[in-house]
């Protein structure tokens, strides 16, 4: 925005005073300078992220190789011009403002991954993973890696909160809040899955609260997500990430000296690292939170065995599946609708059954309610009721006595329903 622009403006539209233009040049200069450019200011707002460059047509694009009939090339939007806001789980594309030109877009891409001084973006790996200063995520790439330089920076500050009643919205919420509750409590082995942006991290910072003050926390992490210190800055966490001298089963060996009771794995996103987690779940720590982007428990169990059979040195498929089964015991499925409204589509549980195993859903979302499915496994009930205070064993004992019968309620009235219907 020019000067003339400026002052034009403030005499036929806004009521500007001296110091109202003095921010807009100075925002105006510094974001062309040494900002990330139009992104500049949107980035410190509250939102979920904002990415750039991910559509319209990149620089070398062969305009000859279009099909006839198509629009013309002039017509067609640039990559440069692409900013999309991520706002509520939905994606949300500003079509009136771009960065005009290839340069400024590469320009912003080369600097807003720079903070704390982080590896070069080369041609050679062509992408990189950094945290912004205020603990933003951001991870961009270039060509020939990727297909145009894009940029993808993901916030966190506005999940900030303890208050899970905020996340979990839906009608009888208080149903998968308290199975979880009594699943962190009873310190099982939990997985939370789903797609990306269905609020997977939002689900478990909130969940940590569940913790009980005593146990101290070791998360492992790509790059630095979650921020629990933020959240809960009066408990004992400690946060490792890998880099590119400390490998992480490196951080997984230095945790294990650290006097760490539960351990947190912020993504499982990769074969080695589905291996620490096993490892992890059945002798580092007392249990485990992850998150995964698995689609159902079935898929999450299948890629954790493959995992093994790929990196963790087994060859039997039966024997991989009874060390996933064994290890991790309970799934809380994220699912994002197509309005972006986040949900809880399903707790499970992973029940062992020699060389193979069943899933017992505890909880479902259907029709815009939460429900109940089958009760606990037995071992479960045990298990959980064995890791908590007497007090909350009496809880946890009448909440599970409540369920059985409601269940035997249910099961007599479908009965009573058939037999009249006979």
Not at 389 to 402: L, N
């Amino acid at each position: 925005m020019e000067v003339a622009n400026v002052c034009l403006i403030s005499r036929h539209y806004l009521n500007l005073d001296f110091n109202d233009r003095l921010n807009i040049l100075a925002q105006r200069l510094y974001e062309r300078y040494k900002g990330n450019g139009v992104i500049d200011g949107i980035r410190d707002m509250r939102i979920d992220g904002v990415s750039a460059g991910v559509s319209g047509i990149p620089e070398d694009y062969d305009m000859n190789g279009m099909i006839s009939g198509a629009a013309e090339p002039r017509a067609l939007p640039a990559s440069y011009d692409s900013i999309w806001l991520f706002y509520h789980g939905k994606s949300i594309h500003l079509s009136f403002l771009g960065f005009h030109s290839y340069r400024e877009l590469i320009r912003v891409c080369r600097n807003i991954y720079r903070y704390n001084n982080p590896e070069q973006l080369s041609a050679a790996k062509g992408y990189t993973v950094n945290e912004m200063m205020d603990g933003s995520r951001v991870a961009v790439a270039r060509p020939p890696f990727c297909e145009s330089w894009v940029l993808f920076v993901r916030k966190f500050d506005t999940v900030l909160q303890e208050d899970i009643h905020k996340l979990i919205t839906d009608q009888n919420k208080e149903l998968p809040i308290t199975v979880m509750k009594w699943l962190i409590k009873g310190c099982q082995v939990t997985g939370i899955t789903g797609e990306q942006g269905s609020g997977k991290t939002t689900l478990l910072m909130s969940l940590i609260g569940f913790i009980p003050p005593s146990y101290n926390l070791r998360v492992h992490e790509l790059s630095f997500e979650l921020h629990l210190r933020r959240i809960y800055p009066d408990r004992n966490i400690v946060t490792f990430r890998e880099t590119a001298d400390v490998s992480g089963q490196e951080g997984l060996d230095f945790s294990k000296k650290s006097d760490g009771t539960v351990s947190i794995l912020g993504e499982v996103a990769s074969n080695p690292i589905c291996c620490w987690l096993i490892s992890m779940a059945q002798v580092a720590s007392l249990f485990t939170l992850f998150t995964h982007h698995a689609k159902t428990t079935e898929n999450l169990v299948i890629s954790m065995r493959n995992a093994l059979l790929l990196e963790g040195g087994f060859h039997d498929e039966k024997a991989a599946c009874r060390q996933v089964t064994e290890a991790i015991r309970f799934d809380v499925h994220m699912k994002k609708g197509m309005d972006g409204h986040r949900y809880i589509e399903h707790i499970n549980e992973i029940v062992p059954e020699g060389d193979t195993f069943s899933v017992r859903e505890l909880v479902c979302f259907r029709e815009g309610r939460y429900v109940k499915g089958e009760g606990f496994s037995t071992d479960s009930v045990e298990d959980i009721s064995f890791h908590l205070e007497p007090a909350e064993r009496k809880d946890f004992q009448r909440f599970i006595g409540e369920w059985e019968n409601e269940g035997l309620v249910s099961a007599s009235t479908e009965a009573s329903l058939g037999a009249g219907v006979s």
